[in-house]
Nanobody, 121 residues
Framework: QLQAFGGGLMQAGGSLRLSCAASGRTFSRYNMAWFRQAPGKERDFVGYISWNNSTYYADSVKGRFTISRDNAKNTVYLQMNSLKPEDTAVYFC?????????????????WGQGTQVTVSS
């Protein structure tokens, strides 16, 4: 089970850190990702961190967002800096034991409930 939190309302240029807490004893074996969905749009890939801390990012957030994990706390984080209005979306965390094609949503069997991020201009 995954639970995402930390969203909120920010002005453009600000920062937020999202957290995703996982239950279970095998968190360290899972590859984790963040996706986001803006109103009326598809759910898009944001960032990914593998079980051994390899990371990948969507081009739209590269250099601004950083994904990290703390296996002792069963938590993955998404640090979002230099926020833009186009970052406004519901952000979802997801987990998978599969590797490769990290941006491919069907590979993720486990999803959190989402947390709203709103960036005002």
């Amino acid at each position: 089970q995954l639970q995402a939190f930390g969203g909120g309302l920010m002005q453009a240029g600000g920062s937020l850190r999202l957290s995703c807490a996982a239950s279970g004893r095998t968190f360290s074996r899972y590859n984790m990702a963040w996706f986001r969905q803006a109103p009326g749009k598809e759910r898009d890939f944001v960032g990914y961190i593998s079980w051994n801390n390899s990371t990948y990012y969507a081009d739209s957030v590269k250099g601004r967002f950083t994904i990290s994990r703390d296996n002792a706390k069963n938590t993955v984080y998404l640090q979002m800096n230099s926020l833009k209005p186009e970052d406004t979306a519901v952000y979802f965390c997801a987990a998978t034991e599969y590797t490769g094609a990290y941006h491919y949503k069907p590979l993720y069997p486990y999803w959190g409930q989402g947390t709203q991020v709103t960036v005002s201009s």
